[in-house]
T-cell receptor, first 113, second 115 residues
Framework: GENVEQHPSTLSVQEGDSAVIKCTYSDSASNYFPWYKQELGKRPQLIIDIRSNVGEKKDQRIAVTLNKTAKHFSLHITETQPEDSAVYFCAATIDNRDDKIIFGKGTRLHILP | KAGVTQTPRYLIKTRGQQVTLSCSPI?????VSWYQQTPGQGLQFLFE???????NKGNFPGRFSGRQFSNSRSEMNVSTLELGDSALYLCASSPWGDSSYNEQFFGPGTRLTVL
């Protein structure tokens, strides 16, 4: 079946440095790629998303890039802060449907003081 | 608007029992999805309901079922519980149809423990 692979599963970066999380997808028809952040004990929340007709999108310190040819997309967080510590999930629509999304397994990001 | 709510928040059951979890979506949202979250497995999609119809289904056994009512509230049922069903069950509602493009608004989850 269709799949979304996410790497790494755990990432530790020094406060102030950048963090990059990468995802690959298998369904060439995927056209919507959201990223969710889940802080400890809280529910996942959408932080940024990108559609297939866009190669990059930025929102303050976070950005997402999409390479449709290679079927991978990445989340970039610059100038990391303690509050960035969380689990991040990438996702993609599948089966040529806008209403069907599958998630990656998540990346636990630790921001070190 | 009030957020997505789930009841109960915590549940302890024994193997072989069945359980029903409830989810109330954000007012006006017609799509409700259910996910199972376990350490290392991320968010695994169970199923999605839209206007009382199951529109999408994940790769879970038939012991997992759900339904949606006319007011968009949804229930998920797990029969013949197994130890491996212990997890956080999240539901998410989506506005579907407006510019939000299927953004999932998650509830706080129901923590199910099977003994």
């Amino acid at each position: 079946g269709e799949n979304v692979e996410q790497h790494p599963s755990t990432l530790s970066v020094q406060e102030g440095d950048s963090a990059v999380i990468k995802c690959t997808y298998s369904d060439s028809a995927s056209n919507y790629f959201p990223w969710y952040k889940q802080e400890l004990g809280k529910r996942p929340q959408l932080i940024i998303d990108i559609r297939s007709n866009v190669g990059e999108k930025k929102d303050q310190r976070i950005a997402v890039t999409l390479n449709k040819t290679a079927k991978h997309f990445s989340l970039h967080i610059t100038e990391t802060q303690p509050e960035d510590s969380a689990v991040y999930f990438c996702a993609a629509t599948i089966d040529n449907r806008d209403d069907k999304i599958i998630f990656g397994k998540g990346t636990r990001l630790h921001i070190l003081p | 608007k009030a957020g997505v709510t789930q009841t109960p928040r915590y549940l302890i059951k024994t193997r072989g029992q069945q359980v029903t979890l409830s989810c109330s979506p954000i007012s006006g949202h017609r799509s409700v999805s259910w996910y199972q979250q376990t350490p290392g497995q991320g968010l695994q999609f169970l199923f999605e309901y839209f206007s009382e119809t199951q529109r999408n289904k994940g790769n879970f056994p038939g012991r997992f079922s759900g339904r949606q009512f006319s007011n968009s509230r949804s229930e998920m049922n797990v029969s013949t519980l197994e130890l491996g069903d212990s997890a956080l069950y999240l539901c998410a509602s989506s506005p579907w149809g407006d510019s939000s493009y299927n953004e999932q608004f998650f509830g706080p989850g129901t923590r199910l423990t099977v003994l």
